[in-house]
């Protein structure tokens, strides 16, 4: 843990994640940096007052704390800056609100996180924005749905709830030429498993409530930007006052440090389970993108260095009647996964999802679809516990 950062790009990544964006020497060698609260940050002199002269200035300006969070998420991204936000969601929101103005054209995938393409129909919309949502599959086809006030491409891949992967520098490369911003939430993979900016994304977000606050306990997201869309992001930042806060800083800092062992054991527990689900009679469909029978898999094998604990399947039921109620049996036979929103904490967790807004892709066929975030539970527990599920929905 010494000052030498330089080089920490060719260190491995647990190493890396030990000490990223903070030496212990900067701070009497205390292991952890202090949460530095702050609105009021004094000037020593009229004049160092008059040209912001010094490092910190303001609160909402940033602090220790919340720098340190910064500089080890541009570390992970290999970006040229990063803001921090009160939660996943505010991330994409002001990603959009940096670069789309009134009159312009925004290409959205289908398969989108919900309350990103609530934001879209609703505030971009009053704000005289269209988006068009498209196929997550589309790849290098995305080129005919480009207009001449296109100026962003959301991407985000995995898809929520469905998994469908994107072919990312395919979709890069027609939106550079058509001079749009390439935005990408990459929440489901994080910067370890896939850097969106070394394939050519130009704004990498991260609800960085999941995996790296990693307890269930702490709401945050970031917006890490390529030199070229740097100034306008920061710009944007300062303009809304949308800041995160230090103490929440602190928290995802200390959950960086052993993010890399949990989504080790989150991998191969999530794995273990799609496998032992894709062997089951009951079991439609598993969709996971590192499962080869899944239709992203060669692009998630390309691309993408690991797979982390969330994904869905489609309980094999006949008749569409059934499909709720056979579902809910399911998820009450369950006791160690818990019924509740988000995923990356430590407990699993599990629900029905709802495809409802789909616009453009057709939901999975062959039965209700649930998904699962795999905690860091036992494996065979685990197992067992859905076995009460197949029970129970078989039994209505
Ligand atoms: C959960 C999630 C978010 C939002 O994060 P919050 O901090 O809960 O607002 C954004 N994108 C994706 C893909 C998510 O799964």
């Known amino acids: 843990m010494t000052k030498d950062s330089s080089s920490s790009r060719s260190l491995g990544i647990n190493t890396q994640l ?16 202090p949460p530095v609260r702050a609105s009021t940050v004094l000037f020593p002199t009229a004049e ?42 505010a ?43 498209y196929d997550p599959m589309a790849g290098a086809d995305i080129e005919k749905l480009f207009r001449p006030n296109t100026r962003l491409v959301h991407t985000e891949a995995p898809g929520s709830n469905t998994f469908e992967m994107q072919d990312i520098p395919a979709i890069v490369a027609v939106a550079h030429r058509h001079g749009a911003v390439v935005t990408m939430d990459n929440t489901w993979a994080t910067p370890l498993y896939f850097k969106p900016l070394d394939f050519g994304v130009d704004i990498s977000i991260q609800g960085v409530t999941k995996y790296p606050a990693g307890h269930s306990d702490v709401l945050m ?30 928290q995802v800092l200390r959950g960086l440090r052993t993010m890399g062992v949990r989504l080790e054991r989150h991998q191969a527990s999530a794995l273990a389970v799609a496998r032992w689900l894709e062997g089951r009679d009951d079991v439609a469909q598993v969709l ?11 692009l998630w094998k390309r691309d993408f260095k690991g797979a982390s604990g969330i994904f869905s399947f489609v309980l094999a039921v006949d008749r569409r009647q059934d499909y709720k109620r056979k579902a809910q049996a399911f998820l ?27 616009k453009v892709t057709p939901p999975p066929e062959g039965g209700p679809i649930l998904r699962l975030q795999i905690g860091l539970e036992d494996v065979a527990d685990l197992i067992a516990d859905l076995e009460k599920g197949f029970a129970a929905a078989k039994a209505v």
């Not at 917006?223 to 303009?239: F, I």
């Not at 996971?288 to 060669?298: R, V």
Request: glycine letters at 12%; charged letters at 15%.
């Open 221 to 250: 997201g970031t917006v890490s930007a390529n030199a070229k869309h740097w100034p306008r992001l920061k710009e944007t930042n300062g303009a809304l006052g949308i800041c995160g806060a230090p103490d929440d800083a602190y």
């Open 48 to 89: 160092i007052m008059d040209t912001h002269a010094q490092k910190y200035t303001y609160g909402t300006r940033g602090t220790p704390t919340t720098n340190a969070l910064c500089d080890a998420i541009n570390e992970l991204e290999g970006a040229a800056g990063t803001i921090l936000v009160p939660s996943g969601l």
């Open 332 to 358: 009450n036979a369950l006791t160690l996964f818990g019924l509740g929103y988000s995923w990356g904490g430590f407990p699993s967790l599990a629900l029905h999802v709802n495809l409802f807004d789909r």
């Open 288 to 298: 996971h993108p590192a499962l080869p029978s899944f239709p992203g898999h060669e």
């Open 91 to 133: 991330a994409v929101t002001i990603a959009f609100l940096a670069y789309l103005s009134p009159g312009d054209h925004a290409l959205v995938v289908d398969s989108v996180y919900g309350p990103t393409r609530h934001f879209c129909e609703t505030m971009l919309s009053r704000f005289g924005v269209e988006a068009e949502f």
């Open 18 to 33: 030990v000490r990223a964006g903070y030496d212990p020497f900067d701070y009497h060698g205390f292991i952890n940096p």
